[in-house]
């Protein structure tokens, strides 16, 4: 096995010791890089995913450009509906739309069961690809949405700001959402190894509708899958990490669904949150991204706020809350980068 150049995060992820913090940034390849910007131009976003060359590129532009400890695949998390025959659309402003969302029984039959290896081959050329362009410099992280943010998207048929469509479908026909669920489940299960054995050397699970559910609601809908997910994944040594945004009730829960990394959003108080867990699980976040507005002597500020919340000792990734704004300064994100590597010492 090559030895990683920077394994600072990899190590962070098993909470080993780290001589400081590693950072890097959710969404961190994109439209807030003119480069990025440059390439854009000249192919849509779907191209840009399906087409390994370019996915990896912008993959690595942030290593180069703002100096991250780990890339995360350029990538997206509707490449599983869109493999399993939901036809997905990408519309400049309005983001992701499935023109024909799931809205019965007969909607979940035309659900096909995916082959990774041949249905999201051109997803793993990207790691493959990637993996040799890096040339072991920094880690490379593989992602997946989780079965519920995935439903959400499938069942609304686009971004929604109240979610009417899928809590009436969860109230209404439960039985629908539960086997729509076990179908997403099986393809992400079969779909994070594909990318752990093609090259990534860890792996993130996306919850970014997680919060819109009750603690209770959450515990049926979406914790029983992402747990389900995580302990055929184990299988691997590879990390694993859970990021569910706006779901903080009761992290005891979500450490308890074998993640060996629990990513917090800028709502969650991260000292609060590694007492209540006592060393259970590696901590990854949390600064607001609007932050990122302010000037760099704000930044800073925020930046040693958050290290010193988290305290001395490992097992603290840097992280924003959630990812980062197309319209934000590509220095200021550099600058933020560059704190965390000059302040973060101190506290190990």
Not at 32 to 48: H, V
Not at 103 to 117: H, M, Q, V
Not at 123 to 132: C, S, Y
Not at 154 to 177: D, H, Q, R
């Amino acid at each position: 096995m090559t030895t990683l150049q920077n394994d600072l995060f990899l190590r962070a992820c098993r909470r080993e010791k780290t001589e400081r913090t590693p950072v890097w940034i959710m969404r961190q390849a994109g439209r807030y890089l003119p480069q990025y910007r440059a390439i854009r131009e000249k192919a849509d976003f779907i191209t840009m995913y399906k087409t390994p060359e370019l996915a990896a590129e912008v993959t690595i532009q942030p290593v180069d450009i703002i100096g991250v400890d780990a890339a995360i695949l350029f990538s997206d998390i509707l490449v599983i509906p869109d493999a399993m025959g939901m036809h997905l659309e990408m519309h400049e402003g309005k983001g992701p739309i499935f023109p024909h969302p799931i809205r019965t029984k007969a909607d979940s039959d035309a659900l096909t069961k995916i082959d990774p290896w041949k249905d999201l081959k051109y997803v793993l050329d990207a790691v493959a690809l990637t993996k040799k362009e890096l040339n072991n410099r920094v880690p490379l992280i593989g992602f997946s949405g989780s079965p519920w943010t995935l439903l959400t998207y499938m069942v609304e048929g686009k971004g929604s700001k109240n979610f009417a469509i899928i809590k009436k479908l969860i109230y209404t026909n439960p039985a629908l959402a539960h086997e729509v669920l076990e179908k997403l489940s099986a393809a992400v299960a079969d779909y994070l190894p594909a990318k752990i054995e093609t090259g990534v050397d860890a792996v993130q699970i996306f919850d970014t509708w997680g919060g819109i559910l009750s603690p209770h609601d959450y515990e049926e809908f979406s914790l029983p899958y992402i747990t389900k997910i995580i302990s055929t994944v184990k299988r691997t040594i590879e990390p694993i990490i859970f990021f569910a945004k706006g779901v903080h009730y009761d992290l005891t829960k979500l450490a308890a669904s074998g993640a060996d990394v629990l990513g917090l959003d800028w709502t969650c108080d991260i000292s609060t949150a590694r007492t209540v867990l006592e060393g259970k699980t590696a901590l990854q976040g949390n600064m607001d991204p609007t932050i990122l507005y302010a000037p760099k002597k704000r930044i800073k500020e925020e930046v040693i706020r958050i290290l010193s919340s988290y305290g001395r000792g490992s097992g603290h990734i840097f992280n924003l809350g959630h990812g980062i704004l197309p319209d934000m300064d590509p220095e200021n994100a550099k600058a933020m980068i560059n704190f965390v590597k000059e302040e973060s010492p101190r506290f190990k």
